[in-house]
Nanobody
Framework: QVQLVESGGGLVQAGGSLRLSCAVS????????MGWFRQAPGTERAFVAT???????YYADSVKGRFTINRDNAKNTVYLQMNSLKPEDTAVYYC??????????????????WGQGTQVTVSS
């Protein structure tokens, strides 16, 4: 059984930083694609970042230069380092996984496993 468990969310002031973690069991992060999405109230779930099984990394334009995705293969964990946070980054952040070879990494429906989400709130 595949499980993804996020942690690290919280309340931070604008300009601050947070690091989200996604601990994975039942699937190897280095052999699969891992992604982060976020969903603010009244909006659709939106792509944030992905690290592919081969190591390629992609970001949404809105977070480029501020967020960094990486993985620790030994811990089977994926991280999202978020710097220079803005109030518009406020959302529930979800970790997701898709099998290697899956395309369309910005589309939430290609990911087959999801975490429960962690709230990130950025105050102005």
């Amino acid at each position: 059984q595949v499980q993804l468990v996020e942690s690290g969310g919280g309340l931070v002031q604008a300009g601050g930083s947070l690091r989200l973690s996604c601990a994975v069991s039942g699937r190897t992060v280095s052999s699969n694609n891992m992604g982060w999405f976020r969903q603010a109230p009244g909006t659709e779930r939106a792509f944030v970042a992905t690290i592919r099984s081969g190591g390629s990394i992609y970001y949404a334009d809105s977070v480029k230069g501020r967020f960094t995705i990486n993985r620790d293969n030994a811990k089977n964990t994926v991280y999202l380092q978020m710097n220079s946070l803005k109030p518009e980054d406020t959302a529930v952040y979800y970790c997701a996984s898709s099998r290697a070879g899956t395309s369309y990494y910005t589309k939430s429906n290609v990911y087959d496993y999801w975490g429960q989400g962690t709230q990130v709130t950025v105050s102005s």
